[in-house]
């Protein structure tokens, strides 16, 4: 149906930058908002970024004026870019889409897909 896939995750060092990547590909027919989450072991998964309508952004307060979020509508991309990193935030960070999608020819209401993960890992 839908795939999504995530990349640019990895270690670096506090106060460092990394820029995440996440393509959606499969039967879409249209992507209603894009978002990243995040989940540490033990821990529920929660919601860290989100982009309604390629336009309208959502940001936890922890990462407000640290993280932003972008898109490219033509190509089903979202991206995290993350500055300002600190230990606390290391995690396994999701891609997540609402998608409206088809499939053998029939057109179905949004819904929910995840991406495997990307390791995010600050050291102090």
């Known amino acids: 149906q839908v795939q999504l896939v995530e990349s640019g995750g990895g270690l670096v060092q506090a106060g460092g930058s990394l820029r995440l990547s996440c393509t959606a590909s499969?039967?879409?027919?249209?992507?209603?908002?894009m978002n990243w989450f995040r989940q540490a072991p033990g821990k529920q998964r929660e919601m860290v970024a989100g982009?309604?309508?390629?336009?309208?952004?959502w940001y936890q307060d922890s990462v407000k004026g640290r993280f932003t979020i972008s898109g490219d509508n033509a190509k089903n991309e979202v991206f995290l870019q993350m500055n300002s990193l600190t230990p606390e935030d290391t995690d396994v960070y999701y891609c997540?889409?609402?998608?409206?999608?088809?499939?053998?020819?029939?057109?179905?209401?949004?819904?929910?897909?995840w991406g495997h993960g990307t390791q995010v890992t600050v050291s102090p």
């Open positions: 997540n889409a609402d998608v409206e999608y088809y499939t053998g020819g029939v057109r179905y209401p949004a819904k929910g897909f």
């Open positions: 499969g039967n879409i027919n249209r992507i209603n908002t």
């Open positions: 982009l309604h309508s390629g336009t309208i952004e």
